[in-house]
């Protein structure tokens, strides 16, 4: 079956722009993680979901960054008035288990976002 | 916050050569788990290691967790070309991933 997907793969965005990252995670993952990865660095948490409920967000830098997955499936990330500390590579993943942050993860291919 | 360092950053290896990367962590943790990230790729899944004192191997890969369940140490024998890539630590509770340990191998 298909992995999770991303999109767009690549996104430009002048400082102040809005943008909106969407993820496609594997077809009845309960489990959804949204992470930042900077250029020679490891994945940073940002904020995770079982279903549709956003059981933690404390990775969240700002309150520019929200995340939603209204119906349980597909997920936003959507930065308001990004800035060029935004710049990064940002991961979906997913899980099938309830508990999942215990498991196993699925990566998209990522999301690349140049803020200038 | 609660950090996972891993150690070294870079490793370079001639083929054919030994490997290792250590995670360490500060508290005592539930589990962890080892993903690889190929240059331009993203994290794959290896392992997940839970018992204090497991070891767990895969072909060349060797995985251990620490007594203690506060470190833990990937190793590769042997490497090969297509070993290259980073390797991470990750915690699950709040998901921590280390910094990566980049191998590169030298034909």
């Known amino acids: 079956g298909a992995g999770v997907s991303q999109s767009p793969r690549y996104k430009v965005a002048k400082r102040g722009q809005d943008v909106a990252l969407r993820c496609d995670p594997i077809?009845?993952?309960?489990?959804l993680f949204w992470y930042q990865q900077a250029l020679g660095q490891g994945p940073e948490f940002l904020t995770y979901?079982?279903?549709?409920?956003?059981?933690?967000k404390s990775g969240l830098p700002s309150d520019r960054f929200f995340a939603e997955r209204p119906e349980g499936s597909v997920s936003t990330l959507k930065i308001q008035r990004t800035q060029k500390e935004d710049s990064a590579v940002y991961l979906c993943?997913?899980?099938?288990?309830?508990?999942?942050?215990?498991?196993?993860?699925?990566f998209g291919p990522g999301t690349r976002l140049t803020v200038t | 916050g609660q950090q996972v360092m891993q150690i070294p950053q870079y490793q370079h290896v001639q083929e054919g050569e030994d490997f290792t990367t250590y995670c360490n962590s500060s508290?005592?943790?539930?589990?962890i788990q080892w993903y690889k990230q190929r240059p331009g790729g993203h994290p794959v899944f290896l392992i997940q290691?839970?018992?204090?004192?497991e070891v767990k191997k895969q072909k060349r890969l060797t995985f251990q967790f620490g007594e203690a369940k506060k470190n833990s140490s990937l190793h590769i024998t042997a490497t090969q070309t297509t070993d290259v890539g980073t390797y991470f630590c990750?915690?699950?509770?709040?998901?921590?991933f280390g910094r990566g340990t980049s191998l590169i191998v030298h034909p």
């Open positions: 993943a997913s899980s099938s288990a309830t508990s999942g942050r215990a498991y196993e993860q699925y």
């Open positions: 077809s009845g993952h309960v489990s």
């Open positions: 979901f079982q279903n549709e409920a956003q059981l933690d």
């Open positions: 508290t005592t943790l539930s589990n």
């Open positions: 290691l839970v018992k204090s004192g």
């Open positions: 990750k915690r699950s509770y709040i998901p921590t």
